[in-house]
Structures are given as C-alpha cells and as structure tokens.
C-alpha cells in the first residue's frame, strides 16, 4: 500500500509539473519562434520563413548589427522591445533576440508579375489593407485559389500573421498561392499601374456595380480593414471604384465574404 501511495504521488507531482509549465505565460511553442541571436542570423541567411522580429532595445553587437542588415534585405519588419516582452515569450536565453516563423514563403511583387505574363495570364490579384483576423486571411485564400487569382499582396505591418493558424484556416490555400509583402502598398499600387495592372476598390457610396466592371483585364482588387474600410491615400489611387449591390436594409458584409463575391465574378467574366 505504501508503495502504491508513492507512486500516485509522483504521478500526480509529474501532472502538476506538466500543467503548471503549459499554463505559464512564459511558456511558448518552439515551433513558433526563433530564440538567440546566432539561430536567428542563420535563419535569415537561409531565408527559412521569418515573419517577425523582436529585437530588445538596447541590443547592440556584430550579430544584432547583422540581423538588422539581414531583415532590410529581406523586408522583415523588426520591432524593438523592452526585455521583459522578450522573457515572456521564452524561458531560454534570448539573447535580446526572438524571431517569429512564417508558415509561408514570401515571393517578389515584380517577380510574381513577370511569371503571370509569361505564363499568358491575365493578372487577377489581391492587396489586404488592414486585414488582421487570420481566419478572414484563410477564407480569402481559399477563395482566390479557387476563383484563380495568382497572388495576395500585404503590406509588412498591419496585417494577421501568416502563421498556422491562417494556414488552417485556408485549409492549405496559403501554401498554394503567391504571397508577395511589401514595405509600402502605395508603392507597389504604382508597380502595379506601370505594370499595367488596374487597381479597383469598393466603395459604398460608388455608382458602377461590381458586375459593371471589366476584370478580364489585369487587375488587383484592394480588401480593406471591415471597420475602416481602405485607406485614403489607397482609395485615391484606385482607378475605379465599385459596390457590391446588397437587397435589404443592411451595408455591412464580411471582408471574406466580400473577397469571395468580387472573385467569383472576375472567374465568371474570365471563364465566359
């Protein structure tokens, strides 16, 4: 009896071991995150799906110095941080150093581009704008694929993580198109146009339905936050703006949803 009363005992020690580690705030999926600075300098080297850095704010040395140039290169946004933001997430030695991993590979705006036209293709692309829900983020790639856009553009802030969970979300759709990130949207609008690639957003108050417009020809459509809508100086670049017509006392859809209809009808004009 007392033997057995030993061994639930530990047993039941080993289980309070277990849950009080899950449960710690500290406590943070190694699959998620990058910790040091050298296996973050690798990771950037290797270009091995950074989607984030956190970089403590006095952080100094040839190795910081290093990832800085690094993420510039590659236009990973980095974020300074206090220590304490940093111990949170990890209980190994950080180094003044955490990197987030993307489930995604991120590709070249004008490199995409290129490789739609030679394929014959007509562009029919995606910009988000404010876009933060991941599961909204995995509903609208699912809905692109399926209607036969080639790429979603994001901008470096701002935006859901294109982690796991968005992957889920999109049932696998985020690992089968483009996904270009830009440091500036207003920038890659003007890609765009000398591109020659149109640039549409909705707006509620707009004249021109959504079936009135002609997207067989190359064009990027902007999705902007539900709330706020697209941002001005975005709106004011487009070159035509549309509304989705709605029957009934009610003007506010999901943006995923919204994403949905207005790629359903570009398939439908490009397969007519």
């Not at 968005?166 to 049932?171: F, M, N, Q």
């Amino acid at each position: 009896m007392f033997i057995l009363f030993q061994i639930v005992s530990k047993l039941f020690n080993f289980t309070f071991i277990l849950h009080t580690m899950f449960q710690s705030k500290n406590y943070q999926s190694k699959k998620n995150i990058i910790t040091g600075r050298n296996p973050v300098v690798e990771a950037l080297k290797q270009q091995s799906g950074v989607d984030k850095i956190l970089l403590f704010k006095n952080a100094s040395g040839d190795s910081i110095n290093e990832i800085r140039k690094l993420a510039k290169e590659q236009n990973i946004p980095v974020q300074y941080v206090p220590n304490e933001k940093l111990n949170s997430l990890t209980n190994i030695n950080h180094q003044g150093v955490v990197a987030y991993k993307t489930a995604v590979r991120y590709q070249d705006l004008q490199q995409v581009i290129d490789w739609i036209n030679d394929k014959g293709e007509a562009a029919l692309l995606l910009m988000l704008d404010g876009v933060t829900d991941v599961r909204n983020i995995g509903a609208i790639a699912r809905s692109a694929v399926c209607c036969g856009a080639q790429a979603i553009i994001i901008p470096d802030k701002g935006v859901g993580a294109f982690n796991e969970d968005a992957v889920k979300s999109s049932a696998g759709a985020l690992e089968k198109i483009n996904i270009c990130r830009v440091n500036s949207l207003a920038k890659a609008v003007d890609d765009l146009h000398l591109n020659g690639i149109k640039v549409f957003t909705s707006e509620m108050k707009a004249k021109k339905k959504i079936y009135e417009l002609n997207l067989t020809e190359p064009c990027c459509i902007i999705m902007g936050n539900e709330e706020k809508g697209v941002q001005s100086f975005l709106s004011k670049s487009a070159d035509e703006h549309f509304n989705i017509p709605m029957k009934g006392d009610f003007d506010s859809l999901n943006v995923s949803v919204a994403a949905g209809m207005i790629l359903y009808e570009a398939m439908k004009q490009r397969l007519v």
